[in-house]
T-cell receptor, first 108, second 117 residues
Framework: SQQGEEDPQALSIQEGENATMNCSYK?????LQWYRQNSGRGLVHLIL?????REKHSGRLRVTLDTSKKSSSLLITASRAADTASYFC????????FGQGTELSVKP | GAVVSQHPSRVICKSGTSVKIECRSL??????MFWYRQFPKQSLMLMAT?????????EQGVEKDKFLINHASLTLSTLTVTSAHPEDSSFYIC?????????????FGAGTRLSVL
C-alpha cells in the first residue's frame, strides 16, 4: 500500500536553482526518510528525520517535517545536473512505505 | 557503508519458466530483508518481508505461491518468480536494514529487471 502523495510528480529546473519536493502521509510515524533513485537503479538513503524533529540538514539537503499536517519537504539547494533522479519519501512502520515520488530533472 | 548485492541485474525469460533473484548483504548480517516491485514511472510496492530461518511475510494481494522467498542464511535471501508470465515483467528490488550499523535505514540492491516474453 502507498503511504501518501508526493508533489510535484515531475520537476524540471536549471542548474543552480533550488528544488523543493513535498510529501504527505496518512499515519502516525516514528520517522520519515528520503531516498533517491537514479534511473533503473536501486535506492540510496539520503536523510532520516524523526517525529520529534522539525528540520534537518545534510549538505545541500534540507528536510522539514510537520507532524500536525502529516507532511514533509525536501529542499535541494544549488542543484546540479547530477541531482537528476527520482526522489521518494518513505515512512518507517517496521517496513518502509514509499510515496509516489518526484522525478527531478536538472538541466545544465 | 553497508552493501547489498542483487543478482542478476537483468533477466529475459520465456513465459512459463521460473526465475530466481538473489539478494546478498555483503558486509553485514541481515535477519530481515525486503522485496519490492516497481513498475515504470511508479513507486516501490512492498511485496514481502523475508525472515531468516522462518517464513516470509507477504503483503496483501501478493501470491506467495507465485513469488517464493527463501532466506536460508543471514546474508542471502532469494525471490523466485514461478511460472513467469508477461505481466510479471517488472523491476524487482531488495533491501536490508544494516541494523546497528545504521538503525532504521535500508540499503538497497541495484535491482533486477525481469522481462518475460
Amino acid at each position: 500500500s502507498q503511504q501518501g502523495e508526493e508533489d510535484p510528480q515531475a520537476l524540471s529546473i536549471q542548474e543552480g536553482e533550488n528544488a523543493t519536493m513535498n510529501c504527505s502521509y496518512k499515519t502516525s510515524i516514528n520517522n520519515l526518510q528520503w531516498y533517491r533513485q537514479n534511473s533503473g537503479r536501486g535506492l540510496v538513503h539520503l536523510i532520516l528525520i524523526r517525529s520529534n524533529e522539525r528540520e534537518k540538514h545534510s549538505g545541500r539537503l534540507r528536510v522539514t517535517l510537520d507532524t500536525s499536517k502529516k507532511s514533509s519537504s525536501l529542499l535541494i539547494t544549488a542543484s546540479r545536473a547530477a541531482d537528476t533522479a527520482s526522489y521518494f519519501c518513505a515512512t518507517d512502520e517496521g517496513k518502509l512505505i514509499f510515496g509516489q515520488g518526484t522525478e527531478l530533472s536538472v538541466k545544465p | 557503508g553497508a552493501v547489498v548485492s542483487q543478482h542478476p541485474s537483468r533477466v529475459i525469460c520465456k513465459s512459463g519458466t521460473s526465475v530466481k533473484i538473489e539478494c546478498r548483504s555483503l558486509d553485514f548480517q541481515a535477519t530481515t530483508m525486503f522485496w519490492y516491485r516497481q513498475f515504470p514511472k511508479q513507486s516501490l510496492m512492498l511485496m514481502a518481508t523475508s525472515n531468516e530461518g522462518s517464513k516470509a511475510t507477504y503483503e496483501q494481494g501478493v501470491e506467495k505461491d507465485k513469488f517464493l522467498i527463501n532466506h536460508a542464511s543471514l546474508t542471502l535471501s532469494t525471490l523466485t518468480v514461478t511460472s513467469a508470465h508477461p505481466e510479471d515483467s517488472s523491476f524487482y528490488i531488495c533491501s536490508a536494514p544494516p541494523g546497528q550499523k545504521a538503525k532504521n535505514i535500508q540499503y538497497f540492491g541495484a535491482g533486477t529487471r525481469l522481462s518475460v516474453l
